[in-house]
């Protein structure tokens, strides 16, 4: 066992010393040590419930004949970061939770982990810690949040944002908007749509690294406690077998997990965060690959924010296990998962428990919500390494436009623009310099988007940024644009009144100005200065890299 190198042998009896002082028994010194990485906090809804599962893992590790060690990481809720300067925090803080989880597990030699996250950065950051460690690896994430009910509607966090755009347009009273912020977000869980948290929870399942239902079971359901146990259960089982994290997630594993969340309609930024994970398992993931899967699977379920179902629905319906039977002659079925079992054997044990809701909100391969999957990734003169838009989310309206660019040198600029209704239908706004490196960070533009929402204007005013999007972002919005504007990418030579021409089904972002006149731009562009000078942010500028490619550090 890797924990030996930690209390076995004579010149291990000091840290045989230190472990009984936090309570060990001889007893335990020949057990499987198995690291517990909670991501348990008091600031995000989502992470709030973590310690009681954390206490279900660790009964399950003790009734398996493993000893459990719990310790925790950061978390940042993208929610509260959303539409401020915090958010420069929240994509940059993957990297140091993977940095932190490699830090804990190579010191203290655990033999296993069971990690336990739940939201939209964390998620990815622990993923990304268990393939470049490569042991027994299963990952409980913590489940969705119930939507909240509002005028006999069910409700979620995106609810508010873009009701922040309807009370500025006076679509809503000043009482409507205090009943959704008091009703929409009604407990423990991750948002209630299929935000970026909840899709990734669905990859998570998807990749073979949780148990089967894992994904949709919400927060408040004893399920979530069940997996729990069952999951500390397990990672005794392939310490012994030693099935590692690598073991299981492989290439057919990744088209797997990207053909699972082309089929639900998944976050964007699921194309920032599985090209870093791929790296960590030794794998490279490019861009294209979303492109290439999204064309040949049909979208099946029309979740929050591109349709009207919720999570709860979806977990109703069968959550990732009933479509991967809707999926299976397209998946890799050999996969290995942490079951110990492949896809396939898991699906035959797969049994349907409401058929009705199974039928009626997950769509068939003959008639899908979509023809296509949930990401289409753009490229041309503006994105020519490519740009990312969830095109089940955009009215047909909006798949073809071209119109005139509202140029914006960050979020704020744009966001007071829209709040004073400067934005007029058929505009495209251009928020650059929120790329990866100019952010810095990468920030979210879910504030924008929704007031662009509220305000009615989704089916005729497209957003373009180097940074991203929430996954709770509607409309024709095309994030992730690369090279970014700091770098001197093209999205950095765009001038007022300039046209831009979209065409989603063609894959085509195109800026619609000649070679000269570009090319004379670009001799006279001057990079801007820094945004941050000093801290962890400011070291981060200088070593992540291209959004295309994850904006991992380099």
Aim: net charge neutral; aromatic share 4%.
């Amino acid at each position: 066992m890797r924990s030996d190198n930690i209390k076995k042998g004579l010149e291990r009896a000091p840290h045989r010393s230190l472990l009984k002082a936090v309570g060990l028994t001889d007893e335990e010194m020949s057990l499987p040590f198995i690291g517990v990485v909670n991501s348990w906090n008091e600031v995000i809804p989502g992470h709030i419930h973590l310690d009681k599962l954390a206490e279900a893992v660790k009964a399950g590790i003790r009734m398996a004949g493993g000893v459990p060690f719990e310790f925790n990481t950061i978390g940042v809720c993208d929610g509260i970061a959303m539409g401020h300067t915090g958010m420069k925090n929240s994509l940059p803080s993957r990297e140091i939770i993977a940095d932190s989880i490699e830090m804990m597990v190579e010191a203290h030699q655990f033999d296993g982990m069971v990690m336990i996250p739940t939201c939209d950065k964390i998620v990815p950051g622990h993923l990304m810690a268990a393939g470049r460690l490569d042991i027994p690896t299963i990952v409980v994430t913590g489940g969705p949040m119930m939507p909240g009910i509002v005028g006999d509607e069910p409700r979620d966090v995106i609810s508010l944002f873009e009701a922040v755009g309807a009370r500025q347009n006076n679509k809503i009273s000043d009482q409507e908007l205090k009943i959704l912020e008091d009703c929409s977000c009604c407990g423990a869980g991750s948002c209630a749509g299929l935000f970026t948290a909840n899709t990734m929870a669905c990859v998570t399942e998807a990749l073979g690294l949780s148990l089967p239902g894992c994904g949709t079971a919400h927060a408040v359901d004893a399920k979530k406690t069940r997996i729990a146990k069952h999951s500390g259960m397990k990672i005794l089982e392939l310490v012994k077998k030693g099935i590692t994290a690598r073991s299981i997630v492989t290439e057919g594993a990744l088209d797997n997990a990207i053909r699972i969340d082309m089929a639900i309609g998944g976050s964007t930024n699921t194309a920032l965060h599985l090209p870093a994970i791929a790296l960590e398992y030794g794998l490279t993931l490019p861009l294209s690959r979303f492109d290439e899967i999204s064309k040949e699977t049909p979208h099946l379920i029309n979740l929050r924010p591109g349709g009207n179902k919720f999570l709860i629905d979806f977990e109703r319906a069968g959550g990732v296990p009933a479509i991967q039977e809707r999926l299976r002659s397209k998946l890799y079925l050999d996969a290995l998962t942490v079951t110990g079992k492949n896809l396939d054997e898991n699906l035959k044990e797969y049994v349907i428990i409401n058929p009705r809701a199974n039928k009626e909100i997950i769509a068939s391969l003959d008639s899908p919500v979509h023809a296509e999957g949930g990401i289409a990734v753009l490229r041309g003169s503006l994105a020519p390494d490519g740009s990312v838009i969830k095109q089940t989310a955009v009215s047909q309206k909006m798949l073809k436009h071209s119109g005139p660019a509202r140029v914006f040198d960050s979020e704020e600029q744009a966001m007071a623009a829209i709040m004073a209704k400067k934005i007029k239908s058929g505009d495209c706004l251009v928020i650059r310099y929120e790329g990866p490196k100019g952010g810095p960070g990468m920030r979210e533009m879910l504030s924008p988007t929704a007031a662009i929402a509220g305000m009615g204007l989704i089916e005729s005013v497209a957003l373009i940024t180097d940074g991203r999007f929430s996954g709770g972002t509607r409309g024709p919005c095309i994030g992730h644009v690369s090279p970014e504007a700091a770098v001197a990418g093209p999205i950095a030579h765009v001038r007022e009144g300039d046209t831009i021409e979209i065409d989603i089904p063609g894959r085509m972002l195109n800026l619609k100005i000649s070679k000269e006149e570009f090319e004379k731009r670009q001799r006279s562009w001057k990079p801007p200065a820094p945004k941050v000078t000093k801290g962890y942010l400011a070291r981060y500028q200088k070593m992540v890299g291209s959004a295309d490619k994850g904006a991992v550090i380099e």
